[in-house]
């Protein structure tokens, strides 16, 4: 029973996994496919698959939960968990689902090593380093000697090390030079394992390789969205993501209508308005009051506040619009384009947030070589057709 609302998004696998060798082809090492906040709103299960069969050598999301379930779909591919496992329960389904898991402290790594123990198993460890973006990660003065004692533990593998750089998608690269030296000094003070990832999807595009590093670790790029607007002739990738919906209904309405919650909006002459049904309950923000939706082809403005169901359109220039008509909130319409940074400018934020606030009342069908070949519902999951 596949359930498929007015309101959808569409994923050209085919464009994941172009972007995906086009970030193996410019970093000249192995890719870990970022797939969290499920594949940053795409859907992970479609997103790791595809990625996998386009070359990457591993997978990575942020949570043991997330990890879980990609598992029921990737049972078997490397798979990192980023933000590392606190509580017993994520450990002992670390270990079970054979998973490698994020440490930078010896306690962690011993609760761990613990676990895996206990389950007659060995549990590999990414030791993340703090070079500068002050979040997670040993800091630097002490890091090779808690990598050292870790390694030492019964029941782990440290199997990888990383960093991660606040300033990679910057015009000046200085900073992260820095941080880049500094990891360098890490590594000259320990036996380098087999993973060495620094580089996000800013970094790919803005950084040489470093010599002993051996992956890198996109997330934005699989999905054809760019870093920062200077770097998209460095890297260039395929949108991959398209969000439409159709008009629920018409009204003719007279002069000084009030629209939406609040009346902010009033017609200033007789007109029409459609009523679109998506909204923040989908993962349209209500900060993006200043967005437009592509409605035959021509930008037309929200008018009114952003309702958790439906936005309002003024359509009174808009030729004959009616009831079923096509709308597109991300993507192409008869040539004009709405992309996932003009949202983010309407509404004060980034592309990244912008597609993981797609929710997950919205289906997600996904297509390659244009014909559907997938969808994730609310009903059914994640669904191979």
Not at 13 to 26: F, G, S
Request: charged share 20%.
């Amino acid at each position: 029973m596949t359930i498929l609302r007015t309101t959808m998004a569409d994923v050209d696998l085919d464009a994941v996994a172009a972007n995906t060798r086009a970030v193996r082809d410019r970093a000249g090492v192995d890719v870990i496919a970022v797939v969290k906040a499920d594949g940053y709103g795409h859907g992970a299960e479609a997103i790791a698959e595809t990625a996998i069969a386009a070359g990457a050598a591993a997978l990575a999301v942020a949570t043991v939960e997330e990890a879980v379930v990609l598992r029921r779909t990737c049972p078997r591919e490397p798979l990192l968990v980023l933000l590392g496992a606190q509580e017993q329960a994520e450990r002992d389904a670390a270990v079970a689902l054979d998973l490698a898991v994020t440490v930078w402290d010896i306690e962690g790594a011993q609760a761990l090593a613990e676990a895996a123990r206990a389950a007659g198993k060995t549990v590999a460890l990414h030791f993340k380093v703090d070079t500068g973006l002050t979040r997670l990660g040993a800091p630097l003065v002490d890091a090779a000697a808690r990598f050292a004692a870790i390694g030492k533990l019964a029941g782990v593998h440290v199997d990888g090390v990383f960093t991660h750089l606040a300033r990679a998608d910057e015009p000046d690269l200085g900073p992260a030079a820095e941080q880049l030296d500094r990891f360098d000094t890490f590594l000259d003070a320990i036996s380098v394992p087999r993973w060495v990832h620094t580089s996000a999807t800013g970094g790919v595009a803005s950084l040489p390789p470093r010599s002993r590093v051996t992956a890198v670790r996109p997330g934005l790029a699989l999905y054809g969205l760019d870093a920062a607007p200077h770097l998209a002739a460095t890297l260039v990738l395929r949108p991959a993501l398209t969000w439409r919906s159709r008009v629920h209904r018409v009204a003719d309405v007279p002069p000084g209508t009030g629209v939406s919650y609040g009346h902010e909006y009033r017609l200033a002459r007789e007109g029409r308005i459609a009523t679109v049904p998506v909204g923040y309950g989908d993962g349209l923000s209500r900060l993006a009051r200043s967005a437009s939706l592509l409605v035959h082809g021509t930008a037309v403005p929200i008018v009114g506040r952003v309702a958790m169901d439906h936005v309002m359109l003024d359509v009174t220039d808009i030729g004959d619009v009616k009831a079923g008509d096509a709308v597109v909130v991300i993507g192409t319409q008869q040539g004009a384009t709405l992309t996932a940074d003009d949202l983010a400018r309407a509404w004060g934020t980034i592309n990244y947030e912008v597609v993981t606030s797609i929710k997950p009342r919205v289906p997600r069908r996904y297509l390659r070589g244009g014909r559907v070949v997938a969808t994730k519902t609310l009903a059914d999951g994640y669904v191979r057709c």
